[in-house]
C-alpha cells in the first residue's frame, strides 16, 4: 500500500531564517506531489504541484520553492522566512492524471517568530 | 464568486440528529468532487467521493447537482466521533484540486 511521510512535524524559526520541509512517498510511482498550506481560520492553499522529476507549477510565488529531485521526493524550500509565512504545510499525493483523490502526510506545523 | 464556497458553521447538534452541509462550486467544467473530512490540528483525510447519481456510504449521503453547481452531504444517525470539519473538494485543471474552507460540525451528547 502507498504511504506518505513528511517531517519534521512541528518547528519553530526565527524570522529571515531559511526553511526545508521534506517529503516522500512509498509505494507507488510516478505520483503527482502537491503543498499546501493553511493557515489559521483559512482553507487549504495549494502552493506547488508537481507531475514528473522537475516539472513543478507554482501557484503562490512568494519566498517559497519547491524541487523534486526524486521521482517521489518532493521538497518545499524558503531562503528567508517572514511572519506570514507560519501555517499548517501539507504534502500530498495523487495517483497520475486528472482528477483524483489526493492523500495527505500529517503535516508540519510551522511557527515563525 | 469563489471557487468553491461552504456555510462555515459551526453547525450544534444532538446525537441521532441528522445533517446536511452544502456547497457549491464555480468551475462548470469541474468533473470530480469529493468531500473530505478533517479533525483538529490533523491532516483532511477522504471521507467520500461525489458520483452524478448520488451516492451513499453507511450514514453518510452525497449528492451532485451539476446544473445548479451544487454539492450536499448528509450525515444520519450523528456520532459523537462525526465532530469534525468537513471539507467540499472540487477538480480544477489539471491534476489540481480546490478545497472549501470546510464546515465545523459539533455532536454533542
Known amino acids: 500500500s502507498q504511504t506518505i511521510h513528511q517531517w519534521p512535524a512541528t518547528l519553530v524559526q526565527p524570522v529571515g531564517s531559511p526553511l526545508s520541509l521534506e517529503c516522500t512517498v512509498e509505494g507507488t510511482s510516478n505520483p503527482n506531489l502537491y503543498w499546501y498550506r493553511q493557515a489559521a481560520g483559512r482553507g487549504l492553499q495549494l502552493l506547488f504541484y508537481s507531475v514528473g522529476i522537475g516539472q513543478i507549477s507554482s501557484e503562490v510565488p512568494q519566498n517559497l520553492s519547491a524541487s523534486r529531485p526524486q521521482d517521489r521526493q518532493f521538497i518545499l524550500s524558503s531562503k528567508k522566512l517572514l511572519l506570514s509565512d507560519s501555517g499548517f504545510y501539507l504534502c500530498a499525493w495523487s495517483p497520475g492524471g486528472t482528477g483524483n483523490t489526493i492523500y495527505f502526510g500529517e503535516g508540519s506545523w510551522l511557527t515563525v517568530v | 464568486r469563489k471557487e468553491v464556497e461552504q456555510d462555515p458553521g459551526p453547525f450544534n447538534v444532538p446525537e441521532g440528529a441528522t445533517v446536511a452541509f452544502n456547497c457549491t462550486y464555480s468551475?462548470?467544467?469541474?468533473?470530480?468532487f469529493f468531500w473530505y473530512r478533517q479533525d483538529c490540528r490533523k491532516e483532511p483525510k477522504l471521507l467520500m467521493s461525489v458520483y452524478s447519481s448520488g451516492n451513499e456510504d453507511g450514514r453518510f449521503t452525497a449528492q451532485l447537482n451539476r446544473a445548479s453547481q451544487y454539492i450536499s452531504l448528509l450525515i444520519r444517525d450523528s456520532k459523537l466521533s462525526d465532530s469534525a470539519t468537513y471539507l467540499c473538494?472540487?477538480?480544477?485543471?489539471?491534476?489540481?484540486?480546490?478545497f472549501g474552507k470546510g464546515t465545523m460540525l459539533l455532536v454533542s451528547p
Open positions: 473538494v472540487v477538480n480544477r485543471g489539471y491534476s489540481t484540486l480546490t
Open positions: 468551475n462548470s467544467a469541474s468533473q470530480s
